[in-house]
């Protein structure tokens, strides 16, 4: 788990360091820096992955392309400094990555970095690593298989793998983290849980996945619950957006072991707010259990979602934290400034910055 990071010199980070938690969430407006933040720890991660290469590696990986390297670093900054990383694990052991600028180049040089076998017990350099970006698996009937992801617990970065994960996986892996044990669920598999959840977000909606061997796809379709048993099947595109969107969030939550850790960006999108604070509440319950999160969102209803949960001590207040981001304008620079708002047991919240859970509020007095 990481319990510290700290960066300098990349896009608006000009020179921030977090105490992470168990539950992590990243709030604030556009172009405050939460997603540079997400970023900085997948070029760490993608670098890893390209372990030929010496240095930071900005495009060619599965994870993100950010250009060069005058994309990445920060505007005021010297050309002779550097960008760095520092990651602290939950040991209290510090990895410390530093890399040169060079302006058009998509591989910075590395000045200094960790051993690569020092990394391989660190959550984010680990098979328990999950990423999902906004962009998710499109309204498809039929689904990729990759069985290199699948084996390593991955359903890729768009949730395109998610598919294949179930249909490999749904019945034989169960969940074992009683804390997310749907009590709608016929079982503890992970199929079965994952109607269940599902079917809390969208009232009686079951899944299909169906490996489509002989011509290497997945096959996905959803039936509703009637009074008499369930509807036809039903194809992805005719369900809307909203359930194939939020798939591969329930899955990826629903398969992570203690000692992983699952970064999302925006899981809200497309989803009632009911469907939403139940994200929140998945997400809390996973935390408890040892898994890590940063989750990266604009959603009041993810983040009282949790807190409800912290209220009814399904996850202690200690190991949640929500970092709010800001954009500092100055005469000469701008950067990001990060708050953290603390909660405490009864999901009460230290400070609410301004932009924070204030937009409905500043409605409504519009309207009065």
């Known amino acids: 788990m990481i319990s510290e990071i700290a ?33 900085a720890l997948l070029l760490l991660r993608q670098s890893f992955e390209k372990k030929d290469y010496n240095g930071l590696v900005l495009q060619g990986g599965n994870l993100l392309d950010l250009g060069s390297g005058k994309d990445i670093f920060y505007q005021y900054a010297g050309s002779d400094e550097q960008i760095k990383f ?36 660190l959550s984010l350099f680990t098979n328990g690593f999950q990423y999902l970006n906004t962009e998710h698996i499109s309204l498809s009937d039929t689904h990729l298989k990759s069985e290199y992801n699948v084996k390593n617990r991955n359903i890729g970065a768009r949730g395109e793998f998610t598919a294949h994960y179930l249909a490999e996986y749904g019945i034989s892996e169960r969940v074992k983290n009683i804390k997310l044990h749907h009590e709608a669920a016929r079982s503890d598999s992970l199929i079965h849980q994952t109607d ?3 079917g809390e977000i969208s009232p009686g ?77 998945m997400a809390a319950c996973a935390a408890a259990n040892g898994v890590q999160f940063i989750i990266e969102t604009h959603s009041d209803h993810i983040i009282n979602g949790i807190r409800v949960a912290v209220k009814k001590s399904i996850l202690s207040a200690l190991s949640t934290k929500i970092f709010y981001f800001d954009r500092i304008l100055e005469q000469d620079e701008q950067y990001s400034e990060i708050e953290e708002i603390k909660l405490d047991r009864n999901g009460e919240l230290s400070c ?16 009065i």
Request: glycine share 10%.
């Open 7 to 39: 960066i300098k010199n990349f896009k608006v980070l000009k020179d921030v360091n977090l105490e992470f938690s168990a539950l992590n969430i990243l709030a604030g407006l556009n172009g405050s820096g939460k997603s540079s933040l997400i970023q």
């Open 86 to 121: 520092m990651i602290k694990d939950e040991n209290g052991k510090s990895f410390i990555w530093k890399y040169s600028y060079e302006s058009g180049s998509d591989i910075l040089p590395g000045i200094l970095s960790p051993d690569q076998s020092s990394l391989e017990n």
């Open 196 to 198: 269940a959840w599902l």
């Open 205 to 281: 909606v079951k899944l299909v996945a169906e490996d489509m061997a002989n011509i290497g796809k997945v096959r996905l379709a959803f039936k509703f619950e009637t009074k008499n048993g369930f509807t036809n099947e039903i194809k992805p595109g005719n369900t809307g957006f909203g359930i194939s969107y939020v798939l591969p969030v329930v899955v990826a939550i629903l398969k992570a072991r203690k000692g992983d850790i699952v970064i999302v960006e925006n899981p809200e999108s497309h989803l009632h707010p009911k469907g939403q604070s139940v994200l929140g509440r």
């Open 352 to 367: 609410y910055p301004k932009g924070f859970l204030d937009e409905l509020n500043e409605q409504l007095m519009q309207l």
